[in-house]
């Protein structure tokens, strides 16, 4: 068994649908808080496989992470769980710090204690999979070469300084006391069951429902872009066959400025899903960039392709193409997920004329 945590989120939940399609896949335990963005109705093809099952628990529950280790007994712990969004960082930092890590510390103290009692064989086989993100690398100029696995850490907003702080508190529990760690820092996720609070789902929603299109700025900041399911065949890869103690960078090979996104999302909507006077574009709004908003990201993702194999199976354009059909097919979701736990935080810390929010 493998466990997840945070697998009613965004990637989490991505990741296990595509474990899941696998014909050797060892079974699923999902342990999910189930904050605003931990969404079960994500894994809903999946919830009477008899491969899956699902507790709702806190990654900073000493108690709950050590029972649920000591009875399972999982093969590895993959860990997706974690406050991502930096708008959101920047309102209530305290979230970041206690899950980020404080839960990370947790996880990987019960994950230490469960790994000195096992067996020899399974001592060797266990693997700890941490997911970070390239945002701990700070910000690049446009001359800049991508982000490797040797560029120093540089956070700059107080979501990528927590993940910061837990890659090295991974680091430190492999070189202090011989933990089985993996790490992963990927570039900018996007693709199906993506929280509507970030660029390209927020982008849609808003546009099929006549709103604003929020741009932070000019727009012109930078990121790589990753398809989810790309993403998910890399950690598959990383955990089956990565060297413990390593970092993988993880990137699309896609840069793009953020303008450029929201033009090509209005593009297909016009195609796909066309307004009755004019284009989508016409409700691109700029707002005023938030502070401490890095001007680009780009991840250098050689070693993973030399040392690994792996590399992205699909482009920007099929990518995007995708996910705009799947939120076309899925209006249902957006609706159910923009009506809760996240509409009520936007309200309390700005009132009822939330600005948009984006990564």
Known sequence: MIFITGGAGFIGSNFILDWLTQATAEPVLNIDKLTYAGNPY????????????????DICDETAMATLLSRYRPRAIIHFAAESHVDRSIRSPDEFIRTNVNGTFNLLNRALQYWLTLPGPEKTDFRFLHISTDEVYGSLAPEDAPFTEASPYAPNSLYSASKAASDHLVRAYHQTYGLPTLSTNCSNNYGPFHFPEKLIPLVISNALAGNPLPVYGDGLQIRDWL???????ALRTVLASGTVGETYNIGGGNEHTNLHVVHTLCDILDELAARSQGSYRDLITFVKDRPGHDRRYAIDAGKIKRELG??????????????VQWYLAHGEWV?????????NWLRQQYGDHPPGAQI
């Open 310 to 323: 792996w590399q992205p199976a699909e482009s920007f354009e099929t990518g995007i193409r995708k996910t």
């Open 42 to 57: 994500n894994l809903g093809a999946v919830e009477k496989d008899a491969r899956y099952a699902f507790v709702q628990a």
């Open 335 to 343: 609706r159910q997920v923009r009506s809760g736990d996240y509409l």
């Open 227 to 233: 398809f989810v399911t790309d993403h998910c065949a």
